[in-house]
């Protein structure tokens, strides 16, 4: 932009969706609020934009960017006339939730209003929803504003690395559906994606497998694809993404796995495991071949180093720490650790992971960061494989914890809630991407409710959003990945934003095929609606 004034005219040339005014507007995810006219405004070929505030300009910035990525043209010309077709005011004087918004379509044209930035990027997203393909808008009012406060997508690359411009393309789909947080797990057994500087090893060698378990047998299967796999972020290139994500109104969550799903960074620097072994990057899925030994001190202190590397890229308040499937076998063998819960009063091995999480969590918390798990970290048994000794650990989680269900039952997610915890709620039945159609149909996914019918109603604040997973043990490549992940990608979107009584799925999946056009014209090749709502 080549000069800053506090009035804005973009003229932007636009490629646009057909909609009729006789129509019911629907727009993914639904509003809270919306009312229709049967009248249309029209826009000019040029479409002149007007914004109120120089802190706008970023937004600007987006819109440019957009033009050029959805192919609508666009020459953006600065002007102080107000005789605008779109307006976009920044409203100190509303009182909105962040991502709330107003929007209005009238014979004076369009106008969007918020209290916030964000509201006016999510305002601009329905814009874009509205528009004709004659460039005509149907008159509307709507008031808008999410359900929940997270609305979230997690992109496991611990498993098989995707690459920045995979990772670009899904924020891109995320912001168009007005998802805000984007869930990066960026470790695992199988493989360490991010660079840490004191630790070069981390990425020599934990970033590389010589081989992968496949086959359609999954995790019983003998076949190995004798192909190497490897891949890492640069620290250069997270920033640029962080960047990339802001820009678009979403938060980067790292997840940086402890005390199990460890084996990559063990077998960068064997002293960081229980087992005193030697071990390879795993080349087969399923839980850890080792599991950090929290009893070191020197463990410790990596981590802790690990996480002032991350917090420094990452400005997310959050940080996850993972620490579901933690194998206790290994624990179980070491004389080290046995003696060190000794010393402390550490009863079972849940105790000593719930005091192990409890010193990360303060370490975070005197960063200024807030801890977030996967719900084993209460100290709860959920596994099959564990201990019954292992059920119900003493030691207290620390308070301000986010708890991230995965598994267990609605008493687990009581008890999280009566404890004071903030929970999402990421079920694995009904949020996990890496399933299959016939397990979790799109019509499944709409349907899910983060707050479970039999939660009680004095917790439901307790309940903070949703995530949806892409696992990625069984999903090589992108291409695969796009077509578990979307449509259903769209579904998890209104369930986190549109208010439950306003969900229409039949409204919803007469939408969705504009959606798959779009995305067959970026390059994603979604499972066709006949697949994704298999019954």
Known sequence: M???????????????????????????????????????????????????????????????TQAVQED??????????????????LDSGRQDVKGGYALKVDKKGVTVRSSNETGLFYGLQSFFQLIGTDGSLPFV???????????????????????????????DEMARL???????????????????????????????????????????SEIQSGVPHEGYYTQEEIKEIVKYAAERHITIVPEIEM?????????????????????????????????????????????TDVLDEVIALF????????????????????????????ENGLKTFADLQVAFTNRISKYLEGKGKRMMGWNEIMGQNIHDYQYKKDDGAEEELAKGTVVHFWKGNI????????????????????????????????????????????????????????????WGEWIPTSGYMDY???????????????????????GFVAELPKFMELWKSKGIYPAPLSKANRK
């Open 484 to 506: 578990m992940v979307f449509p259903r990608i769209a579904a998890y979107a209104e369930v986190g934003w549109t208010p439950k009584k306003q969900k229409d799925f039949d």
């Open 259 to 303: 005390p199990g799903h460890s084996s990559a960074a063990i077998a960068a620097y064997p002293w960081l495991g229980s087992s005193g072994k030697k071990i390879e990057v795993p080349i087969k899925f399923g839980v850890s071949e080792d599991i950090y030994k929290v009893s070191d001190p020197k463990v410790y202190n990596f981590l």
């Open 178 to 220: 007005k998802m805000n947080v984007f869930h990066w797990h960026l470790v695992d057994d199988q493989g360490w994606r991010i660079e840490i500087k004191k630790y070069p090893l981390l990425t020599e060698i934990g970033s590389t497998r010589p081989s992968t378990q496949v086959g359609p047998d999954q995790w019983r």
């Open 411 to 470: 008493k687990l997610m009581t008890q999280a809630a009566e404890e004071g915890y903030d929970i999402v709620n990421s079920a694995n039945w009904a949020t996990y991407l890496d399933y299959p159609y016939v397990s979790i149909s799109l019509k499944k996914a709409y349907d899910f409710n983060p707050i479970p019918e039999k939660l009680d109603t004095k917790y439901h604040n307790r309940i903070k959003g949703l995530g949806c997973q892409m």
């Open 72 to 89: 609508l043209g666009g020459v953006f010309v600065v002007s102080k006339s107000e005789d605008a077709q779109l307006r976009l005011k």
């Open 2 to 64: 080549k000069t800053l004034l506090s009035s804005v005219l973009v003229v932007v040339l636009f490629s646009l969706n057909p909609v009729l005014s006789q129509e019911k507007v629907r727009i993914i995810p639904q509003p809270a609020n919306i009312s229709q006219k049967n009248s249309v405004f029209q826009l000019d070929r040029q479409l002149k934009l007007h914004v109120n505030d120089m802190r706008l300009f970023a937004l600007v910035n987006y819109i440019d």
């Open 315 to 342: 400005p997310s308040e959050v940080v996850h720490i993972g620490g579901d499937e933690a194998k206790y076998d290994h624990w179980e063998n070491s004389a080290e650790i046995k003696a060190y819960m000794k």
């Open 141 to 171: 009012t709507i008031n808008d504003a999410p359900r929940f406060a997270w609305r979230a997508f997690m992109l496991d690359e611990g498993r098989y690395f995707k690459g920045a411009e995979q990772v670009k393309k899904l924020l």
